[in-house]
């Protein structure tokens, strides 16, 4: 009887205690709650290890980058814990509500945190997105107006739980859908709440793990450009076409990174569309006005489609369908496109050690609704508007990059302090590495410097764009995001090409093998990169990613030297490597070049002053300092961009004086840069100096007239000729420039003003 008594005083105790910690770890996040109303980080971070210096950063980053949300409605709740000696496990519900471009968003997420008992008090010393939904298996059925530009769906979700504690489930929906019901298995209709994009539905129970849910979605409605501000569309239903990348949220798909599943996609469309959709096409069945399409997905992903009236061309290379739906019945151009897509794709699955879907597909759509867009990644299908694919060149870089993003953005996905810094990256990355593949080294870095023709992507459009107001790759900015998403285009590839040539390209490539392997459907940091790269190479690499990654700008560096003969009838080469800026920590090239062929050096550059001195056989002719630009740097040929740069900006902002001015200097120093002539000689137009303008103008329209050539410079060169010709009373000219501009894409405006021009010639 006693020793009952002991061991109920004893569950006594324990449970009072327990019920003790649970209050006072709800506590803290309730603190943390009101902090975030108060705007008070400085107090949020008592909470949190800030022994852990690199931890404490990252926590103060994301608490700066939460504030700077507008309208910012912010709660976070504990659900579930446990506790397991001087160590607590919270189940935590974040919820963001805030206001961007005038519409309502809402972010709501669950993490573990992990908290420590330091000296009676609960410090958080980790915290961790909860995958705890996974879609298993989805079978959507979509009925596709285009007249109406509408479509009505059924999506029928199976998920598994895999971790317990939450009492809600979470989905996106493309904000122009309604949700006309949402039912589990029985038929029983279950409560849900919106706020733009995101759908919760609550639950009476909080879940357990291995526990099966099964979620019957019926909606309707026409599809919202989430992009609109940025000058594209990924999703639209008309006569133009009827189209849907996966990011647009077409279906509802579970929030957080397990998104991806196993389907049956079934699409029925009118009769004279033809549909184009990840999966395998298992069933084709004609009825009297409409056609019913079924995709079988037999490799779990998020799901894109396009229908539209299309010239098709299928081939099939080691196992991998390669399918091209192009809108001109050009079937040499569809072969084409097939065959060299087959080889990037082919390539890339052996770089990144696995093809991660059942398929891919190149697939056309509308410029004149896609207006800005380039092109767009997806899990096995890639949009292209018309404009984009020329008949007989293939736009290699540019399908290299959006072939790339069947990894990186799909299969690997960067957190939220470095989304853009891999998926974007990443994906231009991989047109850097097919360069090396199919063209040789030497070609992959004159492509990092100078990008390629109708593809500007390069360290030269960092310099002259993006330079001044450059922002730490690896630190993230709520309010800079675009400019972030720009830099790792331009950019962040060239820094992991340099780290490519720091560790050597085997340990690179097994480095790049094991994030493909090891981040498939998770959430990947810097840091999480850096100690792959790490490990792989056997190298520290603190200082190359301190000053690739946290610093801004770029290194500069000056070569003095001298040639001398030497007693023995040797030369002797002796100079001087010094940085000009920010002293960098770098591995140079020194080419000692004679006239039938070169020596190359290594040098380390740590010091701002760095001596050299080599022994050679014959007297060179020339000493270059990293001769094929294997360092990002400023240069000659770089230091005078970012006039063309602010040149170019005066003149989209409609300063015509500035932009003259500026444009006027920059070619001082480089009078034949063709596409600063045109931008001088537009900046005229605009200003109504007609009699200057024409020199400047067909100077630079010789650079389209090889098919070179920026697409948006080209449109409003051509604008301004028209208008030059217009105001010049050649009317027979303006009239075949205005014309052009409409077989274009239509960029912030341009068909609407030619067209008012056109209409003035009537």
Known sequence: MKTKYILLIMAVFFFTNLFSQEKKIEKTFKEINQLIINNDIESILKFYNTQNVEFAQKIQQRYENILKLDSLSYTIKMNDFVIDGGTAFAVVFEKKEYVKNKRNYSESQWYTYTLMKIKKEWIITETKERNYLQADFTELKVLINPD?????????????????????????????????????????????????????????????????????????????????????????????????????????????????????????????????????????????????????????????????????FYKNVNDVSINVFLFNSNSKKAEMYADKAAQMVSFLSEFYGIFPFDSYSISEVPSSITKDLGGAGGQGMNFYPETALRDTVFEFPLLAHEIGHMWWGSWVTGKENSGSLFDEGFAQFSSVICYRHFYGERAMWKFLNDGAPRYSQSAKLYFERYSINDIPLGKYDVNRNSDITMLARVKAHFVYAMLMETIGYYSFNKGIKRVVSEYVNKRMGLDDFKKIMEEESEMNLDVFFEQWFFRTGAPEFAIEYS??????????????????????????????????????????????????????????????????????????????????GKGMMSLIQGRNEEAVDTLTKYLEHKPLDLRANGLLGIAFVNSKQYDKALDYLLLAEKEHSKGEGDKVHKMFLYLALGEYYFETENQEKAKIYFEEVLLMSDIMGAHAKALSFLKKMK
């Open 148 to 312: 109406k530009g509408k479509m009505t769906a059924k999506a029928n979700i199976h998920i598994s739980i895999l971790q317990g504690g939450e009492n809600n489930v979470l989905f996106w929906l493309n904000r122009g859908l309604t949700i006309n019901a949402i039912t589990d298995e029985t038929g029983k209709e279950l409560k849900f709440s919106r706020n733009g994009l995101e759908v919760l539905i609550p639950l009476k129970h909080t879940l357990k793990e291995k526990e099966k849910l099964n979620l019957i979605f019926s909606y309707s409605g026409t599809l919202f450009n989430e992009y609109a501000e940025q000058n594209y569309c990924l999703a639209y239903l008309g006569k133009e076409g009827c189209f849907a990348n996966f990011v647009t949220q077409w279906y509802p798909k579970l929030n957080g990174t397990l998104t991806k599943s196993k389907a049956k996609l079934v699409y029925k469309v009118p009769k004279h569309l033809t549909v184009a959709s990840v999966g395998v096409l298992s069933d084709k069945k004609e009825e009297a006005e409409m056609t019913t399409y079924t995709f079988h997905v037999n490799t779990p992903m998020d799901y894109t489609f396009n229908a539209n009236k299309f010239t098709t």
């Open 563 to 644: 040639v001398k003969e030497t007693n023995d009838g040797k030369y002797k080469v002796e100079g001087l490597v010094t940085q000009k800026r920010e002293i960098y920590d770098v591995n140079a090239e020194i080419e000692l070049s004679y006239d039938d062929y070169r020596e190359v050096e290594k040098l380390k550059i740590n010091k701002k002053e760095n001596p050299f001195s080599y022994v050679t056989d014959r007297k060179p002719h020339v000493v270059i300092f990293d001769p094929d630009r294997k360092i990002l740097r400023w240069s000659e040929e770089t230091k005078h961009l970012p006039l063309l």
